[in-house]
């Protein structure tokens, strides 16, 4: 069984991956502040999601909506909340409730109910498209030649602002092997923000997890999703 790591490691752990942002964004010539990281919170206990705020965590991600909710419980608002995972329409009513970023936005259906719902509540909610950019047939995403039309489709509905792309590529042991998809990514991204589509605004590009975020950095990525490298392996 994987021992879980103590909430003091896990506010080293953070300060390590601020320190290993900063680091990457200015040696690509980035400024560090234009990357948010978000903390991958699926599986961790509230005490250690506390640990990392305390030390300058703002942002957390969550795969599972019952499970956010409760920790949603405690936490509130202290932090703001993304939805990382794979959404459900049915579930879609819960999390506009406190998520500010939905990122994981994959078909025209879940947005049509994601705008019901906010607009039912009388907010925007702000999402990102999540691109499947190596086409698994395991991995969730709009193929990269469909992002646009379903950007577009999406644009035309009350209640949700597209604000860019998020994707899981293909696990590689090596971080190198994943930048051509990074480097894929950056390129739609950019496709993508010289369309000009009314009502979208290309603000954020999420790629990168634990293992390969310092490439993701160094390819255009400015919101990278870490969890093992703050809270330790999962259960």
């Known amino acids: 069984m994987i021992e879980q790591i103590h909430a003091e490691q896990v506010a080293a752990n953070f300060i390590k991956v601020v320190n290993k942002v900063c680091e990457t964004a200015r040696r690509v010539g ?3 502040k234009e990357i948010t990281i978000v903390g991958a919170t699926k599986s961790v206990d509230v005490e250690r999601i506390k640990a ?3 030390v300058g965590l703002t942002d957390i991600g969550e795969n599972y909506v019952q499970e956010a909710l409760r920790k949603y419980e405690s936490i509130g608002d202290a932090v703001r ?3 990382i995972g ?9 999390v506009v409730r406190f998520c500010k970023l939905i990122q994981s936005l994959d078909r025209l259906s879940l947005a049509e109910e994601l ?4 607009f039912q509540l009388g907010r925007t909610i702000d999402v990102l498209v999540q691109v499947n950019i190596g086409g698994e047939e395991t991995k969730f995403g709009v193929p990269p030649s469909e992002a646009i039309e379903l950007i577009r489709a999406v644009a035309k509905l009350e209640g949700i602002k597209v604000r860019g792309l998020m994707c899981i590529p293909p696990y ?3 971080p190198e092997d994943v930048r051509p998809y990074f480097r894929k990514m950056m390129e739609l991204f950019e496709r993508i923000e010289r369309a000009k589509i ?3 605004s290309m603000d954020y590009l999420s790629m990168g997890m634990s293992h390969d975020y310092e490439v993701a950095i160094e390819e255009g990525a400015n919101m990278v999703r870490i969890g093992t490298a703050i809270f330790g392996p999962r259960k």
Request: charged residues 30%; aromatic residues 14%.
């Open 30 to 32: 980035r400024d560090p």
């Open 52 to 54: 990392a705020i305390a």
């Open 81 to 83: 909340w993304h939805f």
């Open 86 to 94: 794979h959404l459900q329409s049915n579930k879609a009513k819960y």
């Open 115 to 118: 705008s019901k719902r906010a």
């Open 172 to 174: 590689k042991s090596d």
């Open 198 to 200: 009314y009502g979208v």
